[in-house]
C-alpha cells in the first residue's frame, strides 16, 4: 500500500532576514563617538557668528571627512553589488563578496561612527538656536543608514533586510528633500 511521507521543515533562525544589518555597528561605541560629536557641536557654537555661519567644525565633519569618503566607498560598491544581486549564493559570488568584505566593514563602521557623531553634533543644535536644521540633521543620519544599510544588504548572502524597503525610497528622495529644509 503506498503512502506518503509529510514533515514540516523549520527554517532556520538563521536563515531569516534581519530587520537590520547594519544595528550591531550602529551599537558598538555609539556613546563614545556620540560624546565627540557632542564635542563638535559645542565647538561649533562656541566658533559660530553671524558673519562665518559656516564654522571648521562643520565644513571639516559635515562636508569634507563624513559624505566624501562614504561617497566613495557606498556608490561603487553599490552599482557593483546590483549587478551581481541576482547571482547571491553562487561560488563567485560568495568569491567576490570575501574579496570585497574589507572595503564593507570599512564603510559600516566609518558610517556608523558619522552617524554617532552627526547625533552628538545634531543634539547640541536641537537645544540651542540652531534647531532649525534638525530636520536636515535627522534626515542625514537616515541617509547614511539607508546608504550603508542597502550596499551591505546587496552583498549579504541573505540579501536586503526588512527594513530596505522603507529605506530605499529615503535613499533615492533625500538629495531631493534636502535642499528644501
Avoid at 550602529?26 to 557641536?41: M, P, Q, S, T
Avoid at 566593514?105 to 534647531?131: E, N, P, Q, W, Y
Avoid at 529605506?167 to 528622495?173: G, M
Amino acid at each position: 500500500m503506498p503512502y506518503t511521507i509529510t514533515t514540516k521543515v523549520a527554517i532556520p533562525m538563521s536563515h531569516e532576514k534581519p530587520k537590520l544589518h547594519v544595528a550591531p555597528f550602529l551599537r558598538a561605541k555609539f556613546l563614545v563617538y556620540f560624546c565627540i560629536g557632542f564635542l563638535l557641536g559645542l565647538a561649533h557654537k562656541l566658533l559660530w557668528t553671524h558673519d562665518h555661519p559656516v564654522t571648521l567644525a562643520q565644513n571639516l565633519w559635515s562636508d569634507q571627512v563624513a559624505m566624501t569618503t562614504i561617497f566613495c566607498l557606498a556608490i561603487p560598491l553599490m552599482i557593483f553589488g546590483m549587478m551581481l544581486f541576482p547571482f547571491r549564493g553562487r561560488g563567485f559570488h560568495r568569491k567576490i563578496t570575501s574579496m570585497i568584505q574589507p572595503e564593507l566593514a570599512a564603510l559600516t563602521t566609518f558610517a556608523s561612527i558619522a552617524v554617532s557623531i552627526t547625533s552628538g553634533f545634531g543634539f547640541v543644535a536641537m537645544f540651542t538656536d540652531a534647531a532649525s536644521h534638525a530636520p536636515l540633521l535627522i534626515l542625514y543620519l537616515l541617509y547614511l543608514v539607508a546608504m550603508m544599510e542597502i550596499t551591505t544588504g546587496l552583498w549579504h548572502e541573505r540579501g536586503l533586510s526588512k527594513a530596505s524597503p522603507y529605506l530605499l525610497p529615503l535613499l533615492v528622495v533625500a538629495p531631493v528633500i534636502a535642499p528644501m529644509l
